[in-house]
């Protein structure tokens, strides 16, 4: 088996982890666990997303949220869906922005209004205008795998997103198992072809935990070379178009799993567990 000396963990709890939250959790309370997370060693932290607030509710103070990601002088990123939440990142002096596409029609098209065709074209004036300001784009490949609407997504459908994402010109490509119903074998397999076909991409593996394989993937990914991976803090997260969908893998376990196996992640266990106390009394 192969183990890479170190790994990069990319914290997404204060987006991805929130964003589902019926009650809306205080800005302030936010700004309390960005900085607990900061305490980990985390290097960079997925904080806001600039979807308008009708449709995610918990992301209306983003602009607050990256101002204050700003003033920490952490490299954080926003999730910017269109031209206009874009421009409200540069306004925000946001340094990485992510786009995102699903890699099937239906899901798409719930997710985002959209076909796919029509978001990559989205995405590509949004890639385009954030280089010219210099920010770094990640490309989020949703239901990478599975489908709750379609069933099983082959290879050729994902990659038709990932070529795209990769002639754009993206700085990385996270590739995400969405509801959380990938094995290790697929998992292995797919990352595998991606990193013969992409050489030189940076790919992201983003688990959710649904069946309870998110750790197992996470070794699996390993082997086909993978050394980025989002977690969320304590586990938080879901899909609102992907019923039954649980929250991402937890950064505490993934970081102990990680140590034990003796790869180093530059993150302070006991720091993400008090950081985890502190994300389950917000919801």
Same mark, same amino acid.
């Given at each position: 088996?192969?183990?890479? =000396?170190?790994?990069? $963990? $990319?914290?997404?709890?204060?987006r991805d982890g929130l964003q589902n939250e019926k009650?809306?959790?205080?800005?302030?309370?936010?700004?309390?666990?960005?900085?607990?997370?900061?305490a980990t060693g985390i290097k960079r932290i997925e904080?806001? %997303?600039?979807?308008?607030?009708? =449709?995610?509710?918990?992301?209306?103070?983003?602009?607050?949220?990256?101002?204050?990601?700003?003033?920490?002088?952490?490299?954080?990123?926003?999730?910017?869906?269109? %031209?206009?939440?874009?421009?409200?990142? +540069?306004?925000?002096?946001?340094?990485?922005?992510?786009?995102?596409?699903?890699?099937?029609?239906?899901?798409?098209?719930?997710?985002? /209004?959209? !076909?796919?065709?029509?978001?990559?074209?989205?995405?590509?004036?949004?890639?385009?205008?954030?280089?010219?300001? *210099? +920010?770094?784009?990640?490309?989020?490949? %949703?239901?990478?795998?599975?489908?709750?609407?379609?069933?099983?997504?082959?290879?050729?459908?994902?990659?038709?997103?990932?070529?795209?994402? !990769?002639?754009?010109?993206?700085?990385?490509?996270?590739?995400?198992?969405?509801?959380?119903?990938a094995n290790p074998r697929i998992i292995y397999e797919?990352?595998?072809?991606?990193?013969?076909?992409?050489? !030189?991409? @940076?790919?992201?593996?983003?688990?959710?935990?649904?069946? /309870?394989?998110?750790?197992?993937?996470?070794?699996?990914?390993?082997? #086909? /070379?993978?050394?980025?991976?989002?977690?969320?803090?304590?586990?938080?997260?879901?899909?609102?178009?992907? =019923? /039954? #969908?649980?929250?991402?893998?937890?950064? #505490?376990?993934?970081?102990?799993? *990680?140590?034990?196996?003796?790869?180093?992640?530059?993150?302070?266990?006991?720091?993400?567990? $008090?950081? @985890?106390?502190?994300?389950?009394? *917000?919801?």
């Amino acid at each position: 088996m192969y183990f890479p =000396k170190q790994v990069e $963990i $990319i914290e997404v709890g204060p987006r991805d982890g929130l964003q589902n939250e019926k009650q809306f959790v205080p800005t302030e309370q936010k700004k309390v666990l960005i900085d607990k997370l900061i305490a980990t060693g985390i290097k960079r932290i997925e904080t806001a %997303s600039f979807v308008h607030p009708q =449709k995610v509710p918990q992301m209306a103070d983003a602009a607050e949220i990256c101002a204050f990601s700003k003033e920490r002088g952490i490299d954080f990123l926003a999730l910017t869906p269109n %031209s206009k939440a874009l421009q409200r990142a +540069i306004e925000a002096g946001v340094p990485q922005i992510a786009v995102f596409v699903g890699a099937t029609e239906t899901f798409n098209k719930k997710n985002i /209004g959209r !076909s796919i065709e029509e978001s990559l074209q989205e995405c590509k004036t949004i890639i385009e205008m954030a280089k010219q300001h *210099l +920010i770094r784009v990640r490309a989020y490949v %949703s239901m990478s795998f599975s489908c709750p609407y379609e069933g099983q997504v082959s290879f050729s459908q994902m990659n038709k997103v990932v070529q795209r994402f !990769s002639e754009f010109g993206v700085d990385e490509i996270d590739i995400g198992d969405t509801n959380g119903q990938a094995n290790p074998r697929i998992i292995y397999e797919r990352f595998s072809a991606l990193q013969e076909s992409y050489p !030189s991409t @940076s790919f992201v593996a983003h688990f959710h935990d649904t069946n /309870g394989f998110g750790y197992a993937n996470v070794i699996a990914a390993l082997q #086909a /070379g993978v050394t980025k991976f989002d977690s969320s803090i304590a586990g938080l997260g879901g899909c609102p178009f992907s =019923k /039954g #969908a649980t929250g991402n893998i937890a950064t #505490a376990q993934l970081c102990k799993m *990680l140590e034990e196996m003796r790869i180093t992640t530059g993150l302070n266990l006991p720091a993400i567990q $008090i950081a @985890s106390r502190f994300a389950k009394s *917000l919801i």
